[in-house]
């Protein structure tokens, strides 16, 4: 009886497409050909997805170029997402490329998130992948659905370099750090034969504040303390980089340290400037 209900709901499924569709979502070449030349539709679909959609989830180069070759659509979405963000998550270079080339879409967002094949590449970690989709038009500044893009993702999990400056009282070294995301950590030595108080720490970014910390520590002479202070990085620090279609960005980043002397204020800031290509 289950196994008469499960071939029913079949062929309802076959009967309410054309009638030789099925025949093209099989992962045997001579099966789609028959059904192309049937009459079956490149563009039907079989429980949602699409032949095209199919052949590249199978790993199949043979249909698929068979399908582009008989006209199928390729920006139709299975299951929320194009051939062409299954190609690049699968990183099947040759498939993305002939995508591509049959004019998919690399800016498409998927249903899911939003995100473009170029993200999933980002996200990936796929160099070569990003390289290929760049050449043919994506673009690093397509947001998905929660306001990100391809080019605040790779800036977000790109490490600064830690930043080592003195006068001749204080001398301070940072830890590496991403913009956006975790804390930078900063140690000081007391170079002075004097007690200093360290009132404040601050930090900025292309000269806006992006985070600052009160203190309130003394250093004897001749000390260190390893990260007196970690300030917190926030995401809205990514938008105060600017990044040019050519992945270049120029960040300006250092610390303000409040101190004193006895009762005599002073302060230690100093920036530097770092170019950053990001793809």
Known sequence: ??????????????????????????????????????????????????????????????????????????????????????????????????????????????????????????????????????????????????????????????ILPPLETQDSVLALSSSAFRVGSGGVAVTLRNLSDYYVVVNYVSFYINKTLVSDMPVNRVLPPDSTIDSIAILPLPPKSLGLLKIGEDGITNIEYGFDIEYSVGNKPNSLYNTTIKELKLW
């Open 1 to 158: 009886m289950v196994k008469l209900a499960f071939l029913i709901s079949t062929l309802f499924v076959f009967l309410n497409a054309n009638v030789y569709d099925y025949l093209l979502t099989s992962n045997v070449y001579s099966d789609v050909k028959r059904g192309i030349e049937l009459g079956a539709d490149v563009n039907g679909r079989v429980r949602g997805l699409t032949p095209l959609y199919v052949a590249v989830q199978n790993n199949n180069p043979e249909i698929l170029y068979l399908l582009l070759k008989r006209g199928a659509k390729v920006n139709a979405l299975s299951n929320g997402e194009s051939a062409l963000h299954k190609a690049v998550e699968l990183r099947k270079y040759p498939y993305v490329k002939a995508l591509l080339e049959a004019g998919a879409n690399p800016n498409l967002k998927d249903d899911i998130k939003g995100n473009t094949p170029l993200a999933y590449a980002v996200v990936d970690n796929d160099p070569n992948m990003v390289s290929l989709l760049l050449r043919y038009g994506a673009d690093m500044r397509v947001a998905n659905d929660e306001g990100v893009s391809p080019a605040q993702f790779i800036l977000a999990n790109t």
